[in-house]
């Protein structure tokens, strides 16, 4: 298929959303695919866009790594011939590197849209002043979207930002952050109905998506948390207003999830749920796009962890589970597929949260005094950024 975004939605599209707009990007459907360390790699990306169009962005990179030339993080900014637009995720808290990085950006012409990522909500990256810890810092945050929107906007580069609520209830951030980012210049702003504490547990909040929307009214306001169906897209958007969904955990073991938002968005019949020979023909496919990418062996060693989410519900033996957990080639994955009862209809079991989601944490771990004052203007020491990206 080709990636090119329509500037007009399909005829026959759902009254229920108008075209979303990301700078000079319109969007149809209004879906964006969340970075996932370790997961939207360019051959997840490609096998997605396959099912529909969106807007689909890469791993995060850390600014300090791009702006080094780390070779790990070069090589993560890479992008299909026919991506557009071509979609980065950035991460740094030192308004001057991301400045360095964003100009390399345009410079270069790494990217045709950049993201700032200040929603990580892991003790590594928030122990720092990173992530969702970082919005705290108001002031911090203003200088690090202006610096990345001054060196982006002479090129017509969007930028947008994605965060969270905030730390924790007592410590909410989002309401003065998308003022701030939307003063800044920002294309759109994205939230993930949770806070740092609650990780990915519980339920996320979209009355808060909600009350975003109702604050930030010069630039889209996109939605992300809970949308393991295009169902739950259409309720986020209905219940809260927002412009558009931002899809993470929904789709891992799951791309034709796409299919399934665009056919809901354009007002068609969903698609027919695939069987286990469908869902294993694109764990197959997604095999052959990440070997074409990382090499054989790389390749196949990095499906591993998606195939316990491409078979969540079906009814696979203990033991070709266990060989599909530690296949090493395409021709034994053909193998061991051949075992499978492949005429098993999309299982109910399968439906529903898919992904990590674990517990909340007792506390965010913050640096010392950071809650102190929210208006002090201090860049987090050098370690605060992670040396390498994906993280």
């Keep these: 298929m080709t990636a090119t975004l329509p500037v007009d939605a399909p005829a026959g599209r759902s009254d229920r959303a108008a075209p979303l707009r990301i700078g000079p990007y319109p969007v149809w459907p209004p879906v964006v695919l969340a970075p996932m360390a370790g997961i939207t790699n360019r051959s997840f990306r490609g096998l997605c866009r396959e099912f529909g169009a969106g807007l689909y962005v890469c791993e995060m990179v ?23 637009p071509r979609s980065l995720q950035l991460y740094g808290v030192d308004p001057a590197v991301v400045g360095q990085a964003v100009r390399m950006v345009v410079e270069e012409d790494l990217a045709d849209h950049v993201d700032l990522n200040f929603g990580c909500p ?11 810890a970082l919005p705290y810092k ?16 002479p090129a017509g580069v969007p930028v947008t930002v994605k965060m969270r609520i905030g730390i924790d209830d007592a410590h909410q951030t989002y309401l003065d952050a998308g003022r701030i980012a939307q003063d800044c210049g920002v294309a759109a702003v994205a939230l993930h109905g949770r806070t740092a504490v609650q990780h990915y547990s519980g339920t996320a909040d979209w009355s808060a998506i909600a009350r975003l929307k109702e ?3 010069e630039v889209p306001v996109l939605g992300n948390g809970d949308i393991f169906a295009a169902s739950d897209a259409l309720e986020m958007m209905a219940r809260t207003g927002c412009d558009g969904v931002v899809v993470g955990r929904g ?52 499906l591993r962890k998606h195939i316990a989410w491409y078979l ?17 080639s395409l021709e034994q994955l053909d193998e061991l597929i051949a075992e499978l009862d492949l005429d098993q209809p999309f299982p109910e079991a399968a439906e529903g949260p898919r992904g990590r989601q674990g517990s909340p944490q007792s506390r965010v771990v913050l640096p010392y005094g950071w809650l102190d004052d929210p208006d002090e203007l201090v860049v987090p020491d050098g370690d605060a950024e992670l040396d390498t990206s994906g993280g």
Excluded: N, Y
């Design 62 to 84: 850390t600014t300090r790594a791009l702006v080094a030339r780390d070779r790990k993080t070069m090589e993560m900014v890479r992008f299909g011939q026919d991506e557009h």
């Design 215 to 217: 604050a930030v009214t």
């Design 312 to 328: 969540k519900g079906f009814a696979v033996g203990s033991d070709v589970r266990r060989r599909l957990g530690m296949v090493s």
């Design 138 to 153: 108001r002031r911090l945050f203003e200088a690090i979207v202006s610096a990345a929107v001054h060196e982006a906007a």
């Design 251 to 302: 789709c891992q073991g799951r791309p034709w999830l796409f299919a399934e938002l665009a056919a809901a968005f354009d007002g068609r019949p969903a698609p027919t749920p695939p069987d286990l020979r469908a869902v294993t023909a694109v764990l197959r496919r997604h095999a052959e796009l990440l070997c074409e990418e990382m090499g054989a062996d790389r390749g196949i060693r990095d």
């Design 122 to 132: 892991v003790p590594k990256v928030t122990r720092r002043g990173g992530g969702s």
